[in-house]
């Protein structure tokens, strides 16, 4: 009976130990970290991965000397997860499900791949020479100061970009998604993609001297308005994203010609027109008087000076511009204003400013 007994005690504890599911934990500080939030889930250096306490929605692992997250792969249910300022050079496999990475300020060299599932993805202060495929879900990239040469293809949903102090010498198209990029520091950067949307822009110390476009910017660093347009010939070989441009400048000798010594206008609403008569694109002038539009369809547009409630009128209108195979480009669509004689509040235009 006894014997019987003890048959049935080891039969069970053998059982209770094959369901187990034993990993080898190789960094001594992630393996205690793991021990004290996953009560019972350690063994030494040996992990279950079947513990239920393994089921935790954050990682929270920053700030505690960790060298190695081999075995993080088998959180299957985190969404989140912090290892900032620890003593990583790498990644490696990361639970499926992340949404929401902080891994900055640690000496990381490389990143082999990040999960489909991800939101987020914040890798600052690091020593990265290049980034992973980025997953079509994210949303936020932020790779501040590191020795980054390239960036991946951005994903289309993408928002946010930060990618400031790194050693970058362009930038891979812009998706139209994208409100916030900054790319400051970048001293080699001399040219930008196309510009869409962006509410806030930062390219403050790059070597960027003119934009392909002026897309819609709402705040700048510097002011794009101080920026020149690039033009198809420039100094540093720069891609161009438009096929219409001209300036817009007070015609003070009333001969339709822009004189070198006349005053350019900037904020003046130019609007372009097809050929039926639809409104497609409007932009303001910048503080060279200059405007762009780029047109994907080859037909007949016409550029107009918006005067609704302006005090000037637009003595040199332009003649319309023709894009085809023939002409890729127009870019002498400039305006000349003058002061509308019957508006009597208006008697100057300094600086490129309407004065009474």
């Not at 496999?93 to 939101?119: A, K, R, W």
């Not at 639809?278 to 047109?295: A, D, I, K, R, T």
Request: with cysteine; charged share 10%.
């Amino acid at each position: 009976m006894n014997k019987f007994l003890l048959s049935l005690i080891f039969i069970s504890s053998f059982c209770k130990i094959s369901e187990a599911q034993w990993v080898t934990i190789p960094d001594p500080n992630f393996a205690a970290w793991i021990d004290a939030e996953c009560p019972g889930c350690m063994n030494g250096n040996q992990m279950d991965t079947s513990c239920p306490n393994l089921n935790l929605l954050t990682i929270g692992c920053d700030n505690e000397n960790i060298s190695s997250l081999e075995g993080i792969q088998y959180f299957h249910s985190a969404q989140f997860l912090f290892c900032f300022d620890n003593n990583l050079t790498t990644l490696p496999e990361l639970p499926n499900f992340l949404e929401y990475v902080i891994c900055g300020d640690n000496p990381l060299t490389s990143i082999t791949s990040l999960p489909d599932s991800l939101y987020n993805f914040s890798c600052n202060n690091a020593l990265l020479t290049s980034l992973p495929d980025l997953p079509v879900s994210l949303k936020s990239l932020s790779c501040n100061n590191n020795n980054l040469v390239s960036l991946p293809d951005l994903p289309m949903g993408l928002t946010h970009l930060k990618c400031n102090g790194n050693q970058l010498t362009s930038l891979p198209e812009l998706p139209d998604s994208l409100y916030i990029l900054t790319c400051d520091n970048n001293h080699q950067l001399a040219c930008l993609p196309q510009i869409k949307t962006i509410q806030l822009f930062n390219f403050d110390s790059t070597s960027i001297t003119c934009l392909p476009n002026y897309g819609n910017i709402i705040n700048s660093d510097p002011p794009v308005e101080d920026i020149p347009l690039c033009g198809i010939l420039n100094p540093s070989d720069c891609e161009v994203y438009w096929n219409i441009s001209g300036r817009v400048y007070f015609d003070a000798n009333s001969n339709c010609l822009y004189d070198n010594n006349e005053t350019v206008l900037s904020g003046i609403k130019v609007q372009l027109w097809n050929s039926a008569n639809e409104l497609e694109q409007q932009v303001f002038s910048n503080n060279y008087g200059q405007y762009s539009f780029s047109v994907d369809a080859f037909g007949s547009y016409t550029t107009r000076i918006d005067t609704v409630n302006f005090p000037f009128i637009v003595s040199c209108p332009t003649n319309g511009s023709v894009i085809g195979p023939e002409y890729l480009f127009d870019f002498y669509e400039n305006f000349g204003l003058e002061c509308n004689p019957f508006d009597i509040g208006t008697l100057s235009i300094v600086g490129g400013v309407f004065f009474p």
